[in-house]
């Protein structure tokens, strides 16, 4: 039986995680290549690494550092931030990532999506998706880390950059993001419905039955989270045993 | 004179980045004392290997388009599986053993393992396609370079083709996703996995480590 993915995701600045890990065994909590392998070790099903302000100029930092982690960490990697062409996924592709992930490029166009897929396979193609609540029911796509409102509706834009072969979402309810109150559900399950590929739900956890409810009550095939293994509040081990006893099929080490 | 180092290639089509895999195979043979691991696209280089790993990402047309524009490089590969060198595919390196491909158009595969290619159908509609994450494997064969791998076992998967072969016993290992999905297939000195060893932690370490010492 397929198993559900707990995903950590490291936010990278200029080559350097943002919030600092807090693992005892880290000789350098702010190295994203040191918090990947101790998220490798620790049985992490895949890994995320965000670079949150992808410039020109600090493309290679990012490079540098998938290639590192891929020559250590033998696990699917997914990276993102600033991706904006095929040619911007293929440089990523050979850097070493297994996955890349498009964000605001494929709100402006959705084609790129559809381009990258048939270049690359739909298989290592993700689509980031911001959304926010706008009405009961009703949730907007947002660009600029929450800040700027489209006008577009998440879920038909979901089903758009799916049927342009997105192989992934990777949503992100910006409400929730930060606030450590649960996942967006309704958006969750909105958008897992509506699609035929995975999804990944991100945004908003604070407690691990945050992440039993992505599943059981958002659908999500993958949930995604950051502050609460960084922090050292929880270890991925014991997120997978709760998840686990709550009915939901984990890899468990 | 002292004997030759033993050389295993990862065969370079530009279909996808091999630098977790060379990683992952160098890391082992170290291990194994399995002499040298090298990426390359030359023919001359893979008809001096004493081991050929074809790896494969994307679509399989384009794969095989792909590995037939180098040229002399597929024929290179033939010769060295006709003189009983041990080959691995991996995931769309594995499809391309079959006889045929049926992503987007009828693709002719290598035919050295009878079967096709064709689209995941889980018989639950609410399965999501592709079939992508950690799935337990059942091993439905021994085999020697499955030593140390059980049913049970978690492998990473990411496809949403897979091959049905032609003959039960070419089957070596299966997942199931409302049904069954290949994950090994394998004859004489072929393999091939539809997952990923070098993503697959320490399950893809041992399975690469038996590879580099198997002598079929």
Known sequence: MLKTRLIPCLDVADGRVVKGVNFVDLRDAGDPVEAARAYDAAGADELCFLDIHATHENRGTMFDLVTRTAEQCFMPLTVGGGVRTPEDVRALLLAGADKVSFNSAAVADPDVVARSADRFGSQCIVVAIDAKTVAPGKWEIFTHGGRKATGIDAVDFARLVAAKGAGEILLTSMDRDGTKGGYNLPLTRAISDAVPVPVIASGGVGTLDHLVEGVTKGGASAVLAASIFHFGEFTIAEAKAHMAAAGIPMRLA | ?216
């Open chain 2, 1 to 216: 004179m002292a004997p030759r180092t033993p050389l295993t290639v990862l065969v370079d089509y530009d279909s996808g980045n091999l630098h977790s895999a060379e990683k992952a195979f160098q890391r082992m043979a170290a291990e194994t004392g399995a002499g040298e691991v090298l990426v390359t696209s030359d023919p001359a280089m893979v008809a001096r290997a004493d081991r050929i790993v074809l790896p494969g990402d994307g679509a399989f047309p384009a794969c095989r388009r792909a590995l037939g524009s180098y040229g002399g490089l597929f024929e290179a590969i033939s010769e060295g599986v006709s003189a009983g060198k041990p080959f691995l595919g991996i995931c769309v390196g594995m499809q391309m053993l079959a006889t045929w491909g049926r992503e987007y158009e009828d693709t002719a595969g290598f035919g050295w393992i009878g079967g096709e290619v064709v689209r995941i159908t889980p018989a639950d509609p609410k399965l999501k396609v592709p079939h992508m994450g950690w799935n337990d494997l059942v091993i439905d064969r021994p085999h020697p370079v499955l030593e140390g791998i059980a049913t049970g076992d978690h492998a990473y998967f990411v496809h949403s083709y897979h091959f049905r072969v032609a003959d039960p016993a070419h089957l070596l290992a299966h997942a199931d996703y409302a049904g069954p999905i290949t994950a090994i297939v394998g004859r004489d000195n072929i393999i091939g996995t539809q997952f990923h060893p070098e993503k697959s932690q320490a399950l893809g370490l041992r399975l690469i480590a038996n590879f580099l010492t198997w002598t079929p």
